[in-house]
């Protein structure tokens, strides 16, 4: 009985493992890329080159680097020798040899960096990330070899062979990189930051593409399933070659096999089940960061109303600048008439150039109406992730049957679109 417990505690461990990897690898796929200009509170994925204004310089491969880890392992072997005596006394004396690596020093820098894309630059504190990097330095030498006490320690380990091992990893200067984790406001500037969060369910930075980091997680959940496959009627196995011949107890491989199944189906509608549930929060909070920004832009513009009425107030293009202005206040969404009322009102009024708080409004509504845009692509695209997975077989079933809807989408008019995207800066 003993031999079944332990082998069924370990394929339910496996198990467990196997959908820990499977929730990992949903979470990976169902989050949209962000950028760096359009990052708000929450859960992120982004992709771009790692940046810093004081690299760091790799201590052995010397390589420009925004962090890097480096250790020196030496090698050793020994003869053991070991005696036993056996119940009858007589004494048996056995020799064999063993050897191994141990590291005789290590250590490595790591500071705050930047991770740049097409729209900006984004802080990223790696402290408490799991940190996939590239191998930078692989060296192993003898003691004649300069590198062996000019980057190691003095000293030497028991049997040492006086060989030693030299191993450098890190991220490189502009490399690229994929980045998931919680973004949060940061405290010394008004922008956001990704920075380790003990609620967030991964906080991830690797060298490697999407793709790469999603197919190791994809590893993960086949091999532990597969694992525990084989170790649930395995228990039944050794019990039965202990106490039994194996024919008289095939019905109960049959059974743990089947047992294990059942358990590996709830616990996967149990993921789905999770899984969408964290994709309609996220959905939502996408929405909710739209109403942000454009709360943000509602803002702004009675301040730049304000400005614009120091200057001539009963001219008509500015009445008609004040108008247009009002009118965003009042029309939500719809923008198409701001940046050319802009446009009008500075050339027609040369002096709002000299004024340095038009221009920083100014510059400030420019950022707000990409970052509605951005906002607004976000919940688009996380959302299209969640309707997909509203489609998609078996998920479809879980939907259903746990009552999930799907979400409109955003949408716009030509003309909102492209004033989007015309520059508020003349």
Same mark, same amino acid.
């Given at each position: 009985?003993?031999?079944?417990?332990?082998?069924?505690?370990?394929?339910? @461990? +496996?198990?467990?493992? @196997?959908?820990? &990897?499977?929730?990992?690898?949903?979470?990976?796929?169902?989050?949209?890329?962000?950028?760096?200009?359009?990052?708000?509170?929450?859960?992120?994925? *982004?992709?771009?080159?790692?940046?810093?204004?004081?690299? &760091?310089?790799?201590?052995?491969?010397?390589?420009? +680097?925004?962090?890097?880890?480096?250790?020196?392992?030496?090698?050793?072997?020994?003869?053991?020798?070991?005696?036993?005596?056996? !119940?009858?006394?007589?004494?048996?004396?056995?020799?064999?040899?063993?050897?191994?690596?141990?590291?005789?020093?290590?250590?490595?820098?790591?500071?705050? &960096? $930047?991770?740049?894309?097409?729209?900006?630059?984004?802080?990223?504190?790696?402290?408490?990330?799991?940190?996939?990097?590239?191998?930078? $330095?692989?060296?192993?030498?003898?003691?004649?070899?300069?590198? $062996?006490?000019?980057?190691?320690?003095?000293?030497?380990?028991? =049997?040492?062979?006086?060989?030693?091992?030299?191993?450098?990893?890190?991220?490189?200067?502009?490399?690229?990189?994929?980045?998931?984790?919680?973004?949060?406001?940061?405290?010394?500037?008004?922008?956001?930051?990704?920075? %380790?969060?003990?609620?967030?369910?991964?906080?991830?930075?690797?060298?490697?593409?999407?793709?790469?980091?999603? /197919?190791?997680?994809?590893?993960?959940?086949?091999?532990?399933?597969?694992?525990?496959?084989?170790?649930?009627?395995?228990?039944?196995?050794?019990?039965?070659?202990?106490?039994?011949?194996?024919?008289? *107890?095939?019905?109960?491989?049959?059974?743990?096999?089947?047992?294990?199944?059942?358990?590996?189906? *709830? !616990?996967?509608?149990?993921?789905?089940?999770?899984?969408?549930?964290?994709?309609?929060?996220?959905?939502?909070?996408?929405?909710?960061?739209?109403?942000?920004?454009?709360? %943000?832009?509602?803002?702004?513009?009675?301040?730049?109303?304000?400005?614009?009425? !120091?200057?001539?107030?009963?001219?008509?293009?500015?009445?008609?600048?004040?108008?247009?202005?009002?009118?965003?206040?009042?029309?939500?969404?719809?923008?198409?008439?701001? @940046?050319?009322?802009?446009?009008?009102?500075?050339?027609?009024?040369?002096?709002?150039?000299?004024?340095?708080?038009?221009?920083?409004?100014?510059?400030?509504?420019?950022?707000?109406?990409?970052?509605?845009?951005? @906002?607004?692509? $976000?919940?688009?695209?996380?959302?299209?992730?969640? =309707?997909?997975?509203?489609?998609?077989?078996?998920?479809?079933?879980?939907?259903?049957?746990?009552?999930?809807?799907?979400?409109?989408?955003?949408?716009?008019?030509?003309?909102?679109? /492209?004033?989007?995207?015309?520059? *508020?800066?003349?």
């Amino acid at each position: 009985m003993i031999p079944i417990i332990i082998a069924g505690v370990l394929a339910l @461990a +496996c198990l467990v493992s @196997a959908y820990w &990897f499977l929730r990992r690898k949903r979470l990976i796929n169902d989050t949209p890329t962000s950028k760096a200009l359009g990052v708000f509170i929450g859960l992120v994925e *982004l992709k771009g080159a790692a940046e810093s204004d004081a690299p &760091f310089t790799g201590r052995l491969s010397g390589a420009k +680097c925004v962090l890097y880890n480096w250790r020196v392992d030496e090698h050793w072997t020994r003869i053991v020798t070991t005696t036993s005596t056996d !119940g009858k006394g007589h004494t048996t004396t056995t020799t064999h040899t063993e050897s191994g690596w141990t590291t005789v020093a290590h250590g490595g820098e790591e500071a705050p &960096f $930047y991770l740049q894309d097409d729209t900006g630059v984004i802080r990223i504190q790696p402290e408490g990330a799991k940190i996939e990097s590239r191998e930078l $330095y692989d060296k192993t030498v003898g003691m004649l070899d300069p590198l $062996y006490y000019g980057k190691g320690p003095a000293g030497s380990v028991a =049997n040492s062979d006086h060989r030693r091992r030299f191993v450098e990893t890190g991220i490189p200067l502009h490399a690229q990189l994929y980045v998931m984790g919680q973004a949060r406001e940061r405290q010394d500037a008004v922008a956001a930051e990704v920075a %380790r969060d003990k609620k967030a369910p991964l906080f991830l930075i690797s060298v490697h593409t999407e793709k790469q980091v999603s /197919a190791e997680q994809g590893w993960g959940v086949w091999v532990f399933f597969f694992l525990g496959l084989v170790l649930a009627p395995l228990g039944v196995l050794v019990a039965n070659l202990i106490n039994k011949p194996v024919a008289a *107890l095939w019905p109960p491989y049959v059974i743990a096999g089947g047992a294990y199944l059942v358990a590996a189906a *709830l !616990g996967w509608m149990w993921t789905v089940f999770n899984s969408l549930v964290g994709l309609r929060q996220r959905t939502r909070q996408a929405w909710g960061e739209v109403d942000i920004q454009l709360k %943000r832009r509602a803002d702004l513009i009675p301040n730049l109303v304000n400005v614009v009425e !120091g200057y001539s107030v009963h001219e008509k293009g500015t009445q008609e600048l004040l108008t247009a202005l009002r009118g965003q206040v009042s029309a939500g969404t719809n923008i198409s008439g701001l @940046a050319p009322s802009l446009r009008v009102a500075l050339e027609q009024y040369p002096d709002l150039k000299a004024s340095e708080q038009f221009l920083n409004l100014q510059k400030e509504l420019a950022e707000t109406e990409e970052r509605i845009a951005l @906002a607004r692509d $976000y919940f688009n695209n996380i959302a299209t992730f969640y =309707n997909g997975r509203l489609q998609i077989i078996p998920d479809t079933f879980i939907g259903k049957m746990a009552g999930f809807k799907a979400e409109n989408l955003m949408t716009a008019t030509a003309l909102e679109r /492209a004033a989007i995207k015309v520059s *508020l800066v003349s």
